[in-house]
């Protein structure tokens, strides 16, 4: 749940970045997982957004790329930490199975200046974002129990076949596909906001 994160400009900052494993069964309502929240609810939580999900792989990489001997999963905010599902191998629209839960892909993380003050460097959510190591966030389908170790499923794929890290690279990329722009703006798992921006960009417009 949120709770006071430091200080912004002198004013005390509340954030629900601050996440620990749970060690029992955790239920997932459409809103995300029972026992958490958001502090900011117009930048965060909704439900393209009600869970997100992390690649223990990057975690791996964040720890090589910052000289950390360790980092906990759950540092850098997700709900979810999973193995062989990265922001490579799943895809806007994909739908996953994870425990008795039913979920579906919408779109990676466009970090905040809340995780830069996690990690105790303002650098960090630029650098973040261009890793595209980002994570994705999750709609819930069909609500349901995760435990530790469940498998994740993918049981529908994207109907575009845009992986999370293709859609980083076409929206916040140097060399945008106006082509593929456009189609990304008619995949519906994107959520709106994000389908406008892939279509005026497809037209020459600014992101």
């Given at each position: 749940?949120?709770?006071?994160?430091?200080?912004?400009?002198g004013r005390?900052?509340k954030?629900?970045?601050?996440?620990?494993?749970?060690?029992?069964?955790?239920?997932?309502?459409?809103?995300?997982?029972?026992?958490?929240?958001?502090?900011d609810?117009?930048a965060h939580?909704?439900s393209?957004?009600a869970?997100y999900?992390y690649s223990?792989a990057?975690?791996?990489?964040?720890?090589e790329?910052?000289?950390?001997?360790?980092?906990?999963?759950?540092?850098?905010?997700?709900?979810?930490?999973i193995?062989?599902?990265?922001?490579r191998l799943?895809s806007?629209?994909?739908?996953?199975?994870i425990?008795?839960?039913?979920?579906?892909?919408?779109?990676?993380?466009i970090p905040?200046?809340?995780?830069?003050?996690?990690?105790?460097?303002?650098?960090?959510?630029?650098r973040?974002l261009?890793?595209?190591?980002?994570?994705?966030?999750?709609?819930?389908?069909?609500e349901?129990?995760?435990?530790?170790?469940?498998e994740?499923i993918?049981?529908?794929?994207?109907?575009?076949r845009?992986?999370?890290?293709?859609?980083?690279?076409?929206?916040?990329?140097?060399?945008?596909?106006r082509e593929?722009?456009?189609?990304?703006?008619?995949?519906e798992?994107l959520p709106e906001?994000w389908?406008?921006r892939?279509?005026?960009?497809?037209?020459g417009?600014?992101?």
């Amino acid at each position: 749940m949120p709770a006071d994160f430091g200080e912004r400009y002198g004013r005390s900052l509340k954030s629900g970045i601050v996440k620990t494993p749970a060690e029992d069964p955790i239920h997932i309502t459409m809103n995300g997982l029972d026992g958490d929240g958001q502090a900011d609810l117009v930048a965060h939580g909704g439900s393209h957004r009600a869970v997100y999900a992390y690649s223990a792989a990057n975690y791996r990489y964040w720890m090589e790329e910052e000289g950390h001997d360790e980092m906990a999963f759950g540092m850098l905010g997700e709900n979810l930490t999973i193995e062989g599902c990265d922001e490579r191998l799943v895809s806007i629209g994909d739908r996953l199975r994870i425990g008795t839960a039913y979920l579906e892909v919408t779109y990676g993380r466009i970090p905040c200046v809340t995780l830069g003050i996690r990690m105790g460097d303002r650098t960090f959510p630029d650098r973040f974002l261009a890793s595209r190591r980002t994570g994705f966030f999750l709609r819930v389908l069909e609500e349901g129990e995760v435990s530790a170790g469940d498998e994740v499923i993918q049981t529908v794929y994207g109907p575009k076949r845009f992986s999370v890290r293709d859609a980083l690279e076409l929206l916040y990329g140097s060399d945008p596909d106006r082509e593929r722009l456009a189609a990304l703006g008619t995949t519906e798992a994107l959520p709106e906001s994000w389908r406008e921006r892939a279509r005026r960009m497809a037209k020459g417009g600014e992101g």
